[in-house]
């Protein structure tokens, strides 16, 4: 008897232990999966593809009325609009994900002065960055050249720029261009350029129209910063590039009363801390070319008035 009382409580002991468990994993896959009996059917080869080319994939950075970063917001606090018609997010992410980064700087006859003053500046927005963040240098002046390679090093980059001499005119355009190619070598998935320069430009081989389409259809974020010169000098050029990509241009001293130290911290803290948020269009087809974007946010009490930077347009998918 007591041999078989023991077989019996160990039984119920291993049926206890086995079925608590088998509750909480029911309750946390609640979505309906085919039987082994009959596997779910594959996609179809349109789903496939429209998984992998329809994804409209949106960065969009969050300020406050005094410019600092808002963080913490949540998917339910956006709403997109593809053409004025409301669409439903697919995917939704605030990572502070490194970036591959290039640092385009003027170096032409107009800088002489402005070179050394801008180490700490830059030095500031390096070491704010993400410590997995990869950079590249390139200066310009007549022409654009690649001043140091994709590094994670600040000293290298600023070891680099210690050595140019200025002079010459201003390949702006170029050295934008050579920009988003050469990014797009860079080890991150997220991108971005920073242009610090008087914003002249008078010695490229490429135009205004050509960045223009090549920055369109990268998905490099450009950002700039007007240095040198009269302040409303170059801003606009310099405006016409970030812009229609989803960054800004900064002026250092504006309105605002940003320094250049300052406006090399907000930059980089915005790389850092940007919301990632995909649809898949409802139209992505539709016969026009370009496709208006409007992101709008419903704020949580107390935050004030907010600021959202993103790029507002993106190129119809082809069939």
Request: charged content about 25%; proline content about 4%.
């Amino acid at each position: 008897m007591k041999s078989r009382f023991s077989r019996l409580l160990a039984v119920s002991v291993v049926v206890t232990l086995f079925s608590l468990p088998l509750t909480v994993i029911r309750a946390q896959t609640q979505t309906p999966t085919a039987s082994p009996q009959q596997p779910k059917p594959p996609a179809k080869q349109d789903e496939q593809l429209k998984l992998s080319t329809d994804l409209v994939s949106l960065k969009v950075t969050v300020a406050d009325s005094f410019g600092r970063v808002v963080t913490g917001l949540r998917q339910e606090n956006f709403t997109i609009y593809d053409d004025k018609v409301q669409q439903q997010i697919a995917h939704f992410t605030e990572a502070d994900a490194p970036v591959s980064i290039g640092i385009i700087f003027d170096i032409s006859n107009s800088m002489g002065g402005i070179i050394q003053s801008s180490m700490v500046a830059l030095r500031r927005f390096i070491e704010t960055s993400h410590e997995e963040d990869d950079f590249f240098l390139i200066g310009f002046n007549n022409r654009a050249k690649l001043v140091q390679d994709f590094t994670t090093s600040p000293d290298q980059v600023l070891g680099r720029l210690v050595l140019v001499k200025p002079g010459g005119m201003t390949a702006l355009y170029d050295a934008a261009y050579l920009g988003v190619e050469k990014v797009k070598q860079g080890r991150h998935q997220k991108r971005a350029l920073l242009i610090i320069a008087e914003g002249e430009e008078n010695n490229s081989r490429y135009s205004e129209g050509e960045l223009r389409r090549l920055i369109k259809e990268a998905g490099v974020q450009i950002y700039a910063i007007k240095i040198g010169g009269p302040w409303s000098y170059g801003k606009n050029v310099l405006e016409g590039i970030a812009e229609q990509t989803g960054g800004r241009a900064f002026v250092p001293g504006d309105e605002n009363g940003l320094s250049f130290l300052d406006i090399c911290t907000r930059i980089a803290l915005e790389l850092r801390h940007q919301y990632s948020i995909g649809f898949y269009p409802s139209d992505a087809r539709a016969a026009i070319q370009w496709h208006r974007v409007q992101v709008k946010i419903t704020a949580p009490k107390g935050l004030g008035r907010l600021s959202l930077t993103y790029k507002d347009r993106y190129e119809t998918f082809r069939k």
